[in-house]
């Protein structure tokens, strides 16, 4: 995997922002929560890379449109700004067979195409109308009401790219078996919207969409075929848990 020193700084702001949240959190407002979502992710796309292999594979970026699966660990600020620490889960494969190119018999040469993802991400969400509201004639009573918030975030998207399947070999003029692979931590960045309704005290449903910014420069064995874009748009439910 590739590495360099901002995927070691980005870790450690993603601890720094966490433990301040926390520490920052006190009174009614002092409620963490944990969040659970389960939704689509949506790939952009928008690479020379993926263009070159949809010329080449009867491949489609929309073919990786696949479920992902998310955690949040929230710490409030205040009644109207939260700390969110993130991970996600994505991983889908495609299978597709060149263009224009068939074996010595007519048929299709076929390989398949996977993509993993984990992106690990801090935001900060603002709440334009807070998360509580103030009942009674001191305002002593806090309840709890349904909660918009907007966001953004910044992070480490870890991933891994693989073809393995059958290819043409160009210099010996047949077909052969082979794996192509790519992986490491590229900076991603991301805003979001989303809102949360309450069911119990300490339960809530969710519903929340993000659009992600991620473009990492290939290396290993697509070396030189140009960037990576993984960016897209997520759409996800779930639910969100007080204490």
């Given at each position: 995997?590739?590495?360099?020193?901002?995927?070691?700084?980005?870790?450690?702001?993603?601890?720094?922002?966490?433990?301040?949240?926390?520490?920052?959190?006190?009174?009614?407002?002092?409620?963490?929560?944990?969040?659970?979502?389960?939704?689509?992710?949506?790939?952009?796309?928008?690479?020379?890379?993926?263009?070159?292999?949809?010329?080449?594979?009867?491949?489609?970026?929309?073919?990786?449109?696949?479920?992902?699966?998310?955690?949040?660990?929230?710490?409030?600020?205040?009644?109207?700004?939260?700390?969110?620490?993130?991970?996600?889960?994505?991983?889908?494969?495609?299978?597709?067979?060149?263009?224009?190119?068939?074996?010595?018999?007519?048929?299709?040469?076929?390989?398949?195409?996977?993509?993993?993802?984990?992106?690990?991400?801090?935001?900060v969400r603002?709440?334009?109308?807070?998360?509580?509201?103030?009942?009674?004639?001191?305002?002593?009573?806090?309840?709890?009401?349904?909660?918009?918030?907007?966001?953004?975030?910044?992070?480490?998207?870890?991933f891994e790219?693989?073809?393995?399947?059958?290819?043409?070999?160009?210099?010996?003029?047949?077909?052969?078996?082979?794996?192509?692979?790519?992986?490491?931590?590229?900076?991603?960045?991301?805003?979001?919207?989303?809102?949360?309704?309450?069911?119990?005290?300490?339960?809530?449903?969710?519903i929340e969409?993000?659009?992600?910014?991620?473009?990492?420069?290939?290396?290993?064995?697509?070396?030189?075929?140009?960037?990576?874009?993984?960016?897209?748009?997520?759409?996800?439910?779930?639910?969100?848990?007080?204490?």
């Open positions: 995997m590739r590495y360099s020193a901002r995927f070691l700084i980005i870790p450690a702001i993603l601890i720094v922002l966490a433990a301040t949240g926390s520490a920052m959190a006190s009174g009614p407002m002092g409620e963490r929560a944990f969040q659970f979502k389960f939704g689509g992710f949506f790939p952009e796309g928008d690479s020379d890379f993926w263009a070159e292999t949809e010329d080449v594979f009867t491949i489609d970026v929309g073919d990786f449109d696949g479920a992902m699966v998310g955690f949040t660990y929230l710490s409030p600020v205040s009644n109207n700004m939260e700390v969110g620490l993130n991970v996600d889960f994505y991983n889908e494969t495609v299978l597709s067979a060149y263009r224009d190119y068939t074996d010595v018999d007519g048929f299709r040469i076929f390989h398949d195409t996977s993509l993993s993802m984990v992106p690990l991400s801090v935001d603002f709440l334009p109308a807070g998360r509580y509201g103030a009942r009674g004639s001191r305002g002593q009573v806090m309840v709890r009401r349904p909660v918009f918030y907007l966001g953004g975030g910044i992070g480490v998207n870890f790219y693989e073809e393995v399947g059958d290819f043409v070999d160009f210099e010996l003029d047949e077909v052969v078996f082979d794996r192509f692979r790519d992986s490491g931590a590229a900076f991603t960045a991301h805003a979001l919207a989303g809102v949360e309704l309450p069911v119990s005290p300490d339960l809530g449903l969710l969409g993000k659009y992600t910014w991620v473009d990492e420069e290939l290396g290993s064995d697509f070396a030189g075929l140009g960037n990576l874009d993984l960016g897209g748009t997520s759409i996800s439910v779930g639910l969100s848990y007080s204490f």
